[in-house]
């Protein structure tokens, strides 16, 4: 679950403060989406990474047959697992 759980609070911290109607100029835009997270972006990562793994926590002890659900889907193990030698 890595770019629909990334993505969104990342592109949320960078836009937060658009108006929905000026055009950006290209020249302020954020050339490099991880690397220019904001705080505010971070701190909603970390509470979807932490929202969904208590959903998944929930339903692995319901559905306790299903194996994909007794897998890590925390955020950290996603993007070490697709990523790992891009992280520093």
Known sequence: PNNPSLHPP????????????TPYDSATLPKRM????????????AQLDEELCSIVAALAKRL??????????????????????QVE
């Open 34 to 45: 991880y690397a220019e997270m904001t705080e505010l972006s971070a701190m909603y990562t």
């Open 64 to 85: 306790k047959h299903n194996p994909h659900l007794q897998e890590d889907f925390s955020m950290k193990h996603c993007v070490l697992e697709h990523y790992e030698d």
């Open 10 to 21: 990342i592109l949320y911290g960078l836009f937060k403060d658009w108006d929905g109607k």
